[in-house]
């Protein structure tokens, strides 16, 4: 087998192949739409199920508590920081906003962002530009196309309430340079929320490392755990400096009748109600990603991605869509003579899974690059040079 990361071999891929039942009727290249689910994470969810069926779900919470308080553990061990800074919610959506509507701002403060922030986010922020009197800065992409850096350290000033940047976009492979933003963040003592949906699971993410004060993600892309799941990495300094938007009866306690006290982690952004079915597959999808080994899987998506890319190049009449500089696992082109959605519908009658990424995911990036729509795929470790040369093949003969 050619095309493998230095130290990904053969029989890590029949191995995680093996593991993936999705996998053998079908090239499912819209992983970062939501990729497949290892068996490991279905037979934990399979196994707390059946729990549930038969004591019921309070009875069955109770037997698995330390096991759904283990997840917390295993985001720290892979994403950095403390049990204490994760909260888990029902999406990445659902952590950011809460996160990001708690930032304390007055009239005239400003948020700075970056051009390829992602819908959910920007459609938050013109809300509060338009209730709350808030200014948006965006910074640009320079003459190269990448991040302009020195233009967003100088949207920086005293009014600026949070930097909020989304590391991959969720319409190219262009990687922003967060941790140089971190560094900005830490010099201006300005909070720094980071959406890292597309990011974790497919490249090596350390939240310490980066310096962000918050974070968000979620379990089915990338991470390969079930859908209605995300989590937030919020720090105990950023804790301090917000005040929570809402409360709930598992953020807050009422301790009299008119008092209630405010938990102190980051389970202040936590609702009670929740699927601990998927906080079981979301947990044994994080630890599948440490067994294998997150170097080594994240190299590979690297290496199925440049080969895509390559590959892509000798298809006549594609018109590729991304940066210049765009590397990760998220590739978006377009086909003279089709639109998006027929190339999305002809492959599928193969079996052959790619999404269509719209100038409403990103409209700051591809709007000013004049791109509508694109067909966007997105390969994970998981998927063979065989596949992807597969899917070469029919996309040329359409
Ligand atoms: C960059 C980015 N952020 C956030 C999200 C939203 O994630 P969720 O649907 O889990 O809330 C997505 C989903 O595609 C995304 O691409």
């Known amino acids: 087998m050619t095309n493998m990361a230095a130290n990904f071999t053969d029989s890590d891929l029949m191995r995680v192949r ?56 295993s985001l720290a061990s892979l994403l950095g920081g403390k049990t204490t800074d994760y909260a888990i919610t029902s999406s990445a959506v659902d952590a950011w906003t809460k996160t990001f509507y708690s930032i304390l701002m007055q009239p005239g403060d400003n948020i700075v962002t970056a051009y390829t922030e992602y819908c959910a986010n920007y459609v938050a922020f013109l809300q509060r530009a338009k209730r709350d009197g808030i200014e948006i800065r965006v910074a640009r992409a320079g003459e190269d196309g990448t991040l302009d850096l020195a233009q967003l350290d100088e949207l920086v000033d005293s009014r600026t309430k949070v930097i909020a940047v989304t590391q991959v976009p969720s319409s190219s492979g262009q990687v922003l340079p967060v941790e140089e933003i971190g560094k900005i963040a830490k010099a201006k003592d300005v909070l720094y929320l980071l959406d890292a949906c597309q990011a974790v699971g497919q490249l090596p993410v350390n939240f310490e490392a980066i310096g962000c004060d918050m974070a968000t993600g979620t379990s089915r892309k990338f991470l390969r755990g079930p859908r209605g799941i995300g989590f937030l990495y919020i720090t105990e300094k950023a804790r301090r400096s917000i005040d929570p938007v809402v409360l709930t009866n598992q953020a807050a306690t009422w301790t009299g009748d008119n008092t209630y006290s405010m938990r102190e982690d980051a389970g202040v952004f936590e609702a009670w ?50 940066q210049a500089d765009a ?62 040369d597969r899917f070469l093949t029919a996309l040329e003969a359409l």
């Open 273 to 322: 109600e929740r699927s601990c079915v998927n906080q079981m597959g979301f947990g044994a999808a994080i630890d599948y990603f440490l067994e294998q080994g997150v170097e080594k899987m994240t190299g590979q998506v690297r290496v199925l991605s440049d080969h895509l890319r390559a590959g892509l190049r000798d298809v006549p009449g594609v018109i590729p869509t991304c």
């Open 18 to 73: 093996d593991d993936t039942p999705g996998l053998s009727a079908r090239v499912h290249l819209d992983n970062c739409g939501s990729a497949l689910m290892p068996r490991a994470v279905i037979e934990a969810q399979q196994r707390y199920f059946d729990l549930e069926i038969q004591y019921g779900g309070y009875v069955a919470q109770e037997q698995q508590s330390e096991g759904l308080a283990r997840v917390y553990a």
């Open 327 to 388: 590397r990760a696992g998220i590739i978006t082109f377009n086909k003279h003579g089709f639109k998006p959605i027929e190339i999305k519908t002809a492959l599928e009658k193969q079996g052959i899974a790619v999404q269509v990424a719209g100038i409403f995911h990103t409209r700051l990036d591809l709007g000013a690059r004049g791109i509508e729509d694109a067909v966007r795929i997105s390969p994970h470790y998981y998927n063979s040079t065989n596949e992807l």
